[in-house]
Nanobody, 115 residues
Framework: QVQLVESGGGLVQAGGSLRLSCAAS????????MGWYRQAPGKQRELVAA???????NYADSVEGRFVISRGNAKNTVYLQMNSPKPEDTAVYYC?????????WGKGTLVTVSS
């Protein structure tokens, strides 16, 4: 089992910056990938960014060049640096991990971007 706990959400002005953190605990060895998804009201959950165990990254087109995903030195923490957020980035952000083909999710943290 893998437990994921997000932190860092809140209210941010458009054009500002915010950093989300996700700490993984439990059976964290052999986690293949960690990342962030988001779900806005009335919309489906979508991938924001992901980072694999080899360090390769993947971003949604809508955040490419503005958001940066990274891992902590201990590899059990993942960060999402949100630069120049837009009101359309407002959503609940969920931490995600894949281990042996099983998906794990955090409870989510709300990010609200004011115009």
């Amino acid at each position: 089992q893998v437990q994921l706990v997000e932190s860092g959400g809140g209210l941010v002005q458009a054009g500002g910056s915010l950093r989300l953190s996700c700490a993984a605990s439990g059976s964290i060895f052999s986690i293949a990938s960690m990342g962030w998804y988001r779900q806005a009201p009335g919309k489906q959950r979508e991938l924001v960014a992901a980072i694999s165990s080899d360090g390769s990254t993947n971003y949604a087109d809508s955040v490419e060049g503005r958001f940066v995903i990274s891992r902590g030195n201990a590899k059990n923490t993942v960060y999402l640096q949100m630069n120049s957020p837009k009101p359309e980035d407002t959503a609940v952000y969920y931490c995600h991990a894949i281990r042996y083909g099983i998906n794990y999710w955090g409870k989510g943290t709300l990010v609200t971007v004011s115009s």
